[in-house]
């Protein structure tokens, strides 16, 4: 099963994609459409729109071909590549072709140029490749100054520094045409820097782990930290250390990494939230017994089912690795937690904490002695809608903490 994270990052991109390409195909046509019924020679009419199709046609096949194969690289930089094109090729088009025409060339460097690259920058962001933004704008403030300089050689054009002026086809407003520059130039740092951060958060969202970065008290603050009612769910690889014994490091982590990718993947598509620190995998699953919200008990219920479905597939990926098999413990409890965001040397960690999170821990633990891979408390079992027809009784055990014993169950789906 393939990490949530890349997951997430690729349908994002994906979709970043599609974005892009169907504004430059809305934006193709409209402006093809808009020329298509002007006053123009005929001629010119064609020689404008042919390519406008062309690259509209690629657009398509661009799309087709991610939708077909989900590798949106190679079609990204190919659309990359078109997005400047169209930015350098309309305008100097229309510069070319009616120089001598009713559009004076001054009007190309403040009419129709900036609406095409601030739109496909708009588009472009929800990229989270963080240099594609960059590229475009840096492409438009290069073709700007072009056509600038263009029409600096223009006999009819003249130049002036007061907006007053913007009207006259005729003139150049040099100091429109520099923040014209600038704003590109500077639209494409923010919005590289807005996909960048976007990826970061969610890379760091899917797998915060507080063992990935240093702990600096000096450089370390709690921030978001709030009580809620949750299910933890509380899975741990059995026996990891006795399981990965003469391994070398890479092939631990590997176990490791292969565990907390099929395992997160699940948490996260039942709706949960994790926190992951080595071995252990922590979920929180938030619930509430209004009627419209969904029962955290029964979302981790559900996951614990999957995790310990997927375990014959994870081991069959493990041997193609030529790696040890693994076995897991899962342990659920409801209540009360602390949950928040702990920012460890300015990155992101998920964090739970509390007696909830301690519990649902200790119960995970009683999985060993009974030789059961999944038991939740009975507080748990309550809080499940039919819980006749999930739960079954495994014994009451000693926990830790607790002056009495306390019963465990088990259900029948695993």
């Known amino acids: 099963m393939s990490v949530p994270a890349d997951n ?32 123009l020679p005929q001629t010119l009419i064609y020689e404008i729109c042919g390519p406008m199709l062309f690259v509209a046609f690629v657009s398509f096949i661009m799309i087709f071909r991610v939708h077909k194969t989900r590798k949106p690289k190679a079609a990204g930089i190919f659309g990359l590549v078109l997005d400047v094109i169209i930015l350098a090729g309309l305008p100097l088009l229309w510069f070319f072709f009616l120089a001598e025409k009713p559009l004076p060339p001054a009007a190309i460097t403040k009419t129709m140029y900036p609406f095409i690259w601030l739109l496909i920058l708009i588009i472009q962001l929800f990229s989270l490749k963080p240099a594609m933004p960059f590229v475009i704008g840096l492409s438009a403030g290069i073709i700007q100054t072009g056509l600038l300089v263009f029409t600096y050689f223009a006999p009819e054009t003249k130049f002036s520094t007061s907006l007053m002026e913007i009207s006259d086809p005729n003139t150049v407003v040099v100091s429109y045409q520099a923040a014209a520059i600038l704003s590109a130039i500077f639209s494409g740092l923010v919005g590289a820097y807005i996909a960048s951060s976007v990826r970061n958060l969610l890379v760091d969202a899917e797998f915060a782990s507080g063992d990935e970065v240093l702990f600096k008290e000096e450089t370390s603050d709690a921030r978001g930290g709030t009580e809620t009612e949750a299910a933890v769910l509380s899975c741990e690889i059995r026996n990891f250390t006795a399981a990965t014994e003469g391994l070398e490091a890479e092939q631990i982590f590997k176990v490791l990494s292969l565990f907390h990718r099929t395992m997160g993947a699940i948490v996260k598509s039942c709706g949960g939230k994790i926190a992951a620190n080595n071995e252990t995998l922590c979920a929180a699953f938030m619930f509430s017994v209004g009627p ?66 301690t519990f649902a821990q200790r119960v995970k633990n009683a999985c060993k002695s009974t030789g059961v891979p999944l038991l939740f408390s009975g507080f748990t079992k309550d809080m499940l809608n039919g819980s006749e027809k999930y739960a079954s009784p495994v014994g009451s055990f000693s926990v830790r903490g607790k002056d009495e014993k306390i019963t465990v169950y088990t259900t029948s789906q695993i």
């Open 8 to 39: 997430l990052l690729l349908q994002k991109e994906i979709h970043g994609l599609y974005a892009a390409s169907f504004a430059r195909i809305f934006l193709l046509l409209s402006v093809g459409a808009v020329i298509y019924f002007s006053t």
């Open 292 to 357: 419209r919200r969904n029962n955290g008990a029964e979302q981790a219920l559900q996951a614990a089912v999957k995790m310990i479905e997927s375990i014959d597939e994870l081991n069959k990926l493990l041997a193609e690795n030529k790696l040890p098999e693994i076995e897991i413990d899962i342990g659920i409890h409801c209540g009360t937690i602390a949950v928040g965001s702990l920012h460890i040397n300015g990155r992101p960690v998920f964090t739970l904490a509390g007696e909830t999170v």
